[in-house]
């Protein structure tokens, strides 16, 4: 059982560039986000969906796009890439939005020189 | 404003010993608290859990204590062993449903051989 898997594990991109992180859960989890993780200020939401079709902002949510076509899947895009946007991101999902236990995909090191 | 803190960032604790790690939270909201753990190059993991509605949970090793009128909580874990090195994450939440997790910032827990 692959549980929420992350790609890629590292990333170096320029000042202005895109790109896409990819999550994807094969537990059949109808909620799922992403959060970054920065030195000192612990796990912050960015984007979240409670299912296909439906997202909404998190905590954190400027400089980002997600989308939800399907339930398993859940890209996170970085629009125009800034050095503040230097972070370790995280996809998490659980069964249900009320449900607190969230599970996490490993983690995406992300550089933005 | 950090509603949820963890004023400890690093601690040490000889294995077989008790290690305690605290958090204190802001917001009289919330009323359901987690725990989580990372290890390196992991994503956080849930742990333990536990309600307004109680003071105390207890799983194993692990134990959370909750004190509403201080607002604060704390993990023990006893014994401690070495697999116990990695990074607690205190979490909360609120109780209108779809609530998104608030997260401190970590205390790193060293076991020392």
């Known amino acids: 059982n692959a549980g929420v898997t992350q790609t890629p594990k590292f990333q170096v991109l320029k000042t202005g560039q895109s790109m896409t992180l990819q999550c994807a859960q094969d537990m059949n989890h109808e909620y799922m986000s992403w959060y970054r993780q920065d030195p000192g200020m612990g796990l912050r939401l960015i984007h979240y969906?409670?299912?296909?079709?439906?997202?909404d902002q998190g905590e954190v949510p400027n400089g980002y796009n997600v989308s939800r076509s399907t339930t398993e899947d859940f890209p996170l895009r970085l629009l125009s890439a800034a050095p503040s946007q230097t972070s370790v991101y995280f996809c998490?999902?659980?069964?249900?939005?009320?449900?607190?236990?969230?599970?996490f995909g490993s983690g995406t090191q992300l550089s933005v020189l | 404003d950090q509603q949820v803190k963890q004023n400890s960032p690093s601690l040490s604790v000889q294995e077989g010993r008790i290690s305690i790690l605290n958090c204190d939270y802001t917001?009289?909201?919330?009323?359901?608290f987690l725990w989580y753990k990372k290890y390196p190059a992991e994503g956080p993991t849930f742990l333990i859990s536990?309600?307004?509605?109680?003071d105390k949970n207890e799983d194993g090793r692990f134990t959370v204590f909750l004190n509403k009128s201080a607002k604060h909580l704390s993990l023990h874990i006893v014994p401690s062993q070495p697999g116990d090195s990695a990074v607690y994450f205190c979490a909360a939440t609120g109780p209108f449903g779809n609530e998104k997790l608030t997260f401190g910032t970590g205390t790193r827990l060293t076991i020392i051989p």
């Open positions: 917001n009289s909201m919330f009323d359901y």
């Open positions: 536990i309600s307004s509605i109680k």
């Open positions: 969906s409670v299912g296909a079709g439906i997202t």
């Open positions: 998490a999902s659980s069964w249900d939005p009320n449900n607190e236990k969230l599970f």
